[in-house]
Structure formats: structure tokens, C-alpha cells
């Protein structure tokens, strides 16, 4: 176990003694500081106990409707459990120090600024999204060729290249589904000419990361007549956050531009 490892599992296991487990705040923290701690060999109980207990916010739409930072912690809890699909310890670190950083916001005040979580959560996908994209086209040009090593599958820039919800075998396809459009949450004009340049720079021949068809076009459900009228049909569980009309513009022009 590298230091950096070290360093964010022992920050995670001292959560649950400096939150109150009769909030649902610290019932939340102290529950994922138990899931990131817990031995691999006991995950699938682990994750369970994980999602049982943090059961008002397994659904952004209604974690919001709940509470005004609800959706923030829906994706922050999906962004979490994902964890059981990563095998590299620098994508384990990413995952731990985000829940750390987010963790002390709530931990320094009792009504954390929605606005300063949101910049956390946009920093953290903003900042790392040259590695995701070096991760994901590893497995599409085959370094890891089983469905089940793609990594980052609960990371909020995922649906935009990678068409549907793969089978998970842990978790439900209503559960996945309705953490398609978490980007919502982050989504601007900046971060998407982000990650362009980060698809450009990884290599500057157009789709060839990806195969010869672009699986941001597919990944956001758009048909051959979608693209030709340049009407794109949004496709999300009714569990789902939603984009609003702007969002939906930066990102047709996104996809016709890779």
C-alpha cells in the first residue's frame, strides 16, 4: 500500500468518531468511512450495509426533493460505491480523497455551501479528466478486454463515451440508470472544452481512441436522424438529474464536434 493510500484510509477511519450517527449527515459519512475500510474479502456485505444505511440518497431526484445538498451526496454515495469495480490504487485514491475533501466541508459547518461543493466535485473531475480518458483507452484498445475492468464506471464523465449501463453484477440496472446525467450537476461550457482538448492531446486522430464512431454521439442517444435535424432526445430514469436547455446545447455541439 503506497503512502498516499495509507495517508486517506487513516483520515476515513477516524470519521466515524467525529460525526453524529443520529444525523443523516453522519450516518452517511460514517457509513461510506466503514465501506472504504472494510476487508475486500467482506464487500458485497460491505456494500449492502453501505447502501441500506444511506438509503435517502441511492437517488439524486429524490435526495434532492429531500434535502438541498441530497444530490450532491447521491452522486457523491455513487461515485463511492464504485470503488468495487477499481483495481488501481491511483484510481482508488482519487475516489478516497474526493469523499475526504467533500467530508470536511460538513464536518467545518453545519450547512455547507452548495456552491463550494459543487466547485469540489468540478475541480476533482476538471483536474483529473486526462487520466480518465487515459484509463478508458486502455480498455478500449485492449489492455483490459473484459467488460467488467472498465474502470471508472461510476465516474460522473463515464455515459459520454460509453453507450448504456453495463451489466453490474452489483448493482441494479435501475440504480445505474438513474446516475446517467450526474454531470448535470458540473456541466458547463469550460469542462466540456476540457475535455476535448485532453480527447486531442491523447491523440489527434478524430474517434481513434473510441473506434470509428463516436460514443459521445451514442452515449447521449442520438440517431442518425437526431444528428441531421440536430433535435437530440434525452433518454433518464425518472430517478435521474436533469439537464437543463443550455446544457443540452453545449452538448450537441460537443458531440458533433469530436
Known amino acids: 500500500m503506497g503512502e498516499r493510500l495509507q495517508l486517506s484510509l487513516e483520515r476515513i477511519k477516524a470519521i466515524p468518531d467525529e460525526v453524529d450517527q443520529n444525523s443523516s449527515y453522519g450516518i452517511f459519512f460514517a457509513s461510506l468511512s466503514k465501506f472504504f475500510c472494510g476487508n475486500k474479502r467482506e464487500m458485497p456485505s460491505l456494500l449492502q450495509e453501505c447502501m441500506e444505511f444511506c438509503d435517502k440518497y441511492l437517488f439524486p431526484k ?8 441530497g444530490d450532491i451526496l447521491s452522486v457523491l454515495l455513487y461515485t463511492s460505491l464504485g470503488l468495487v469495480y477499481e483495481q488501481e490504487e ?20 453545519s450547512a455547507p455551501d452548495r456552491k463550494c461543493l459543487k ?6 473531475f476538471y483536474d483529473y479528466t486526462g487520466e480518465f480518458l487515459e484509463e478508458w483507452k486502455d480498455y478500449i484498445q485492449g489492455v483490459s478486454c473484459k467488460e ?11 455515459p459520454l463515451f460509453f453507450l448504456g449501463s453495463p451489466a453490474s453484477s452489483y448493482f441494479s440496472e435501475e440504480y445505474e440508470d438513474a446516475h446517467r446525467n450526474d454531470i448535470a450537476l458540473i456541466l458547463g461550457n469550460r469542462l466540456l472544452s476540457h ?10 486522430k478524430k474517434h481513434c481512441l473510441f473506434g470509428n464512431h463516436s460514443p459521445v454521439s451514442e452515449g447521449l442517444g442520438e440517431s442518425e436522424k437526431e ?8 433518454k433518464s430514469s425518472p430517478h435521474a438529474l436533469s439537464f437543463h436547455e443550455h446544457q443540452k446545447k453545449i452538448l450537441k455541439i ?3 464536434e469530436l
Open 195 to 204: 475535455i476535448e482538448r485532453e480527447w486531442r492531446r491523447l491523440d489527434s
Open 254 to 256: 460537443f458531440l458533433k
Open 227 to 234: 444528428r441531421e435535424t440536430g433535435e437530440v432526445t434525452w
Open 90 to 109: 491511483r484510481a482508488i485514491c482519487r475516489v478516497l480523497e474526493l469523499f475526504i475533501e467533500l467530508y470536511l466541508q460538513f464536518k467545518n459547518s
Open 119 to 124: 466547485d469540489i466535485l468540478y475541480a476533482h
Open 148 to 158: 467488467s475492468d472498465i474502470p471508472g464506471r461510476h465516474n460522473l464523465l463515464f
Open 62 to 69: 429524490e435526495a434532492l426533493e429531500k434535502d438541498e445538498l
